[in-house]
Nanobody, 117 residues
Framework: VQLQASGGGLVQAGGSLRLSCVAS????????MNWYRQSPGKERELVAT???????SAAEAVKGRFTVSRGDAKNTWYLQMNSLKPEDSGVYYC????????????WGQGTQVTVSS
C-alpha cells in the first residue's frame, strides 16, 4: 500500500491547514487511519487517529484543534488543523499499525507544515 500525504505549506500561527492522505495499491477499503508528525530533532509521534471509520481522536498537544475525517473518495482521509502553533511544524505522515505488527503502508515523504510565529 502506498500512502501519499499532501496539503502542507507555510501558515501563520493561528491559521488552518487541511492535509490529505490517499492510499493506493490496494483493492480493499480502509476505514481507519492515523496521522503522525516528525519535528526536527524529535521522533515521529502520533497526533491524530480515525477509528471505526468515523471517530476522531487526537493527542493531548493537538486535542480540540486537529480532526481526522474520511473523504468521499475511497481510501482518502483528511487532517484538519486549526489554531496552528509554531510547535505544530514538522513533516506530517499518514499510516497506521497493522494488527500483526508493522505498518499498513510504506512511509512516504510526508508533507511539510511550517507554522510561523
Amino acid at each position: 500500500v502506498q500512502l501519499q500525504a499532501s496539503g502542507g505549506g507555510l501558515v501563520q500561527a493561528g491559521g488552518s491547514l487541511r492535509l490529505s492522505c490517499v492510499a493506493s495499491g490496494t483493492a480493499f477499503s480502509i476505514a481507519n487511519m492515523n496521522w503522525y508528525r516528525q519535528s526536527p530533532g524529535k521522533e515521529r509521534e502520533l497526533v491524530a487517529t480515525l477509528n471505526s471509520g468515523r471517530i476522531s481522536s487526537a493527542a493531548e498537544a493537538v486535542k480540540g484543534r486537529f480532526t481526522v475525517s474520511r473523504g468521499d473518495a475511497k481510501n482518502t482521509w483528511y487532517l484538519q488543523m486549526n489554531s496552528l502553533k509554531p510547535e505544530d511544524s514538522g513533516v506530517y505522515y499518514c499510516n497506521r499499525p497493522k494488527p500483526g505488527g508493522g505498518y499498513l503502508g510504506v512511509w512516504g515523504q510526508g508533507t511539510q507544515v511550517t507554522v510561523s510565529s
